[in-house]
């Protein structure tokens, strides 16, 4: 069984760098194919060889993503914040070096959420029950508090409720097999191409060195709010590392871009690492994969360990692969007509739209674009655009 394991882990490395350098291509989307075929897989391969080969997946997924978010303005769920920090530090020929910090925060951040592990058990099984019924009031505050702070109250209102109402509406369609890439990708990609093509933007000779430029301190910083961001998101349902990275954002204070990138690049494998721990700890399946997993089989101690040790290892991997992706995508983007790449991205994006969620799917996107536009036009967060998925949970909640 062991080497059966152990195939199935280097597969999911394997998968996790098609589906982390594609755009569009979600980790939950392979779970789910996976769990349609599991009948099948079932009758020559052990429940817990598959779901080491998810867990793999997931995490080499959410390292190899970085590399579109950065380089091709095309997020995923989990690093959508990342886009803008990640954007600026490649207009200024450091794109490799936006990738190197991203990556240490997601790898550091994969550590500490295993270091913590006991006291998140502890928090789920003594204080949630406690703090349960005050959880709503307390994301509210948090937006509440998120909007008063801006200088432009009134455009930073209008962005959270136009995102959050659009995203009511997108959830409540029930013929979009993928919302979040039409919603996330309007948003948060599509509206900051647009930009950037009648901006006349050009893309400098990337700096490629060995040097990683953020502080000890400032990491500090980005890992202990992604600590706090992942911890409360894990008990509401619907939210995901990228709300965690609003959150966290709020406990942050003078924030600049690199402390940014490392903050949403430990959210993501916080994410993955917490998701499982909530499933094992508490029966709720967060994400996708966790989904599948639960599908598969029952978690018991050992075979918790055996996937934390399978994160562990394939993160450890997962390194090297970005950096080795990362220098070739740093070397060719500046080779290449920008105006041109970015015209074919957005075909892509419309591509993967129509392919997933056909026309409606279209629709949504250039919706959300219309709406994304308005941080850039108006100079304020767009992090105030992630109410597309926070404002749907409130009134999940509430009502």
């Known amino acids: 069984m062991f080497f059966e394991i152990l195939l199935l882990v280097f597969l999911g490395l394997l998968i996790g ?3 982390g350098l594609t755009p569009g291509i979600h980790v939950n989307l392979v779970a789910a194919t996976l769990l349609a075929i599991s009948p099948f897989l079932l009758k020559h391969l052990e ?4 779901a080491a ?6 995490i080499t997924h959410s390292f190899l993503d970085t590399i579109p978010s950065i380089y091709l303005g095309v997020p995923e769920n989990e690093n959508a914040l990342s886009v803008l920090p990640g954007q600026k530090m490649l207009l200024h020929g450091e794109g490799y070096q936006a990738v190197k910090i991203t990556i240490l925060g997601t ?3 994969m550590i500490i959420a295993i270091c913590l592990i006991p006291l998140f058990i502890l928090v789920a099984n003594k204080i949630y029950p406690i703090l349960k019924p005050f959880l709503v009031y307390l994301l509210i505050g948090i937006i509440a508090y998120m909007i008063l702070k801006e200088e432009q ?4 209102f209008l962005l959270f409720i136009l995102s959050g109402t659009l995203g009511i509406i997108v959830f409540s369609i029930p013929t979009l097999k993928e919302p979040l890439f039409p919603l996330l990708s309007g948003l948060f990609g599509l509206s900051g191409l647009m930009i950037s093509y009648f901006e006349n933007t050009k893309i400098p000779e990337q700096t490629i060195d060995d040097t990683i430029e953020i502080k000890p301190k400032e990491l500090v910083k980005a890992v202990f709010g992604s600590s706090i961001g992942v911890f409360i998101i894990q008990f509401f349902p619907g939210l995901g590392p990228a709300q965690g990275a609003v959150i966290a954002s709020q406990v942050v204070k003078n924030m600049r871009d690199r402390i940014y990138l490392a903050l949403v690049g430990a959210q993501g494998t916080m994410s993955v690492v917490f998701s499982l721990v909530t499933f094992y700890t508490l029966g709720k399946a967060k994400d996708g994969s966790i989904v599948t997993i639960s599908k598969l089989l029952k978690i018991d101690f050992s075979s918790f360990l055996l996937l934390i040790t399978v994160m562990l290892f394939a993160g450890s991997i997962a390194i090297f692969l970005v950096l080795f992706f990362a220098k070739i995508f740093s070397n060719l983007i500046s080779k290449i007509n920008y105006k041109l790449l ?3 991205i957005i075909c892509f994006i419309f591509l993967m739209c129509v392919f997933l969620n056909g026309l409606i799917g279209m629709i949504v996107l250039i919706t959300a674009a219309s709406i994304g536009l308005i941080a850039p036009l108006k100079g304020i967060a767009r992090n105030h655009a992630m109410g597309c998925l926070i404002l749907p949970v409130i009134f999940y909640l509430i009502l």
């Open 47 to 50: 429940p817990l060889s598959l």
């Open 342 to 344: 970015i015209i074919s």
């Open 107 to 109: 790898y550091t951040g």
């Open 53 to 58: 080969f998810i867990i793999a997946l997931s």
């Open 153 to 156: 109250k009134f455009w930073s």
């Open 17 to 19: 760098i098609i589906t």
